[in-house]
C-alpha cells in the first residue's frame, strides 16, 4: 500500500513539474515552483501530521477557497500539501451537518450561554457570529485530532514493520543454524 501511495505521488509530482505544465495557468506559473517542490510531498510523519492538521483547521473555519488557503499555509510552513488538501475536502455538502453544526450550536453555547440542537444551514448563516466562533473553537480541536492521528497511525505502522523484520531475522538465523548444524 506505501508503495502504492509513493508511486500515485511520484507521478503527481512528474505531471506538475513537467515545464509544459508549469506554464499552463496564471496561477500554476505564480505556484508552480512552490507546489512541486519534493519536500512538500514526502511521506515524512511530522509534514504529514502538520499538513493533516492545517487542512482540518482551514477546514472548519467558513471561508471561501479553503483548499487554495491550506495549500497557502503548508507551503509557507514547508507542510504535507496532499494532506491538506485531503482533509480540506472532507467538508462538503454531504458532511456540513457533522461539521459545521456542532461549531455552531459550539459558539452560540459560548455567545449566548444556550445549549439547544435545532440545526439548519439556514439558522447558522444568520447567527455568522456564533457560527464563526464555534469555528474558531473546534478548528485546534479537530486540528489536534488529525495531527494526533497521523502520529498513532505512524507509530502502529513502524511497530508492525519492526515486528516483521525481527521474524524475518530471526527466521533467517534459524536457517543459518540449521545449516550450520547438519554440515
Not at 512552490?34 to 519536500?39: F, K, M, Q, S
Not at 477546514?59 to 485531503?86: D, G
Amino acid at each position: 500500500m506505501n508503495a502504492l501511495i509513493e508511486k500515485t505521488l511520484r507521478q503527481t509530482y512528474r505531471f506538475l513539474r513537467h515545464p509544459r505544465n508549469m506554464r499552463k495557468g496564471r496561477l500554476r506559473a505564480w505556484l508552480g515552483g512552490a507546489v512541486v517542490d519534493r519536500g512538500l510531498w514526502t511521506l515524512h510523519r511530522e509534514k504529514m501530521a502538520w499538513g493533516l492538521a492545517a487542512g482540518l483547521f482551514i477546514a472548519i473555519q467558513p471561508l471561501p477557497m479553503q483548499t487554495l488557503w491550506a495549500v497557502a499555509l503548508c507551503i509557507w510552513r514547508r507542510w504535507n500539501v496532499p494532506m491538506a488538501i485531503l482533509a480540506c475536502w472532507f467538508t462538503n455538502p454531504l458532511t456540513a451537518v457533522i461539521t459545521y453544526g456542532p461549531s455552531w450550536v459550539l459558539g452560540k453555547w459560548m455567545l449566548y450561554g444556550k445549549l439547544e440542537w435545532n440545526f439548519s444551514l439556514g439558522a447558522a448563516l444568520n447567527d455568522i457570529k456564533a457560527f464563526s466562533l464555534g469555528s474558531l473553537v473546534a478548528g485546534p480541536v479537530w486540528a489536534l485530532a488529525g495531527f494526533f492521528l497521523v502520529q498513532a497511525c505512524f507509530g502502529m505502522i513502524e511497530r508492525s514493520l519492526e515486528r516483521r523484520r525481527l521474524v524475518r531475522a530471526a527466521a533467517r538465523d534459524a536457517v543459518h543454524l540449521a545449516a550450520r548444524t547438519s554440515a
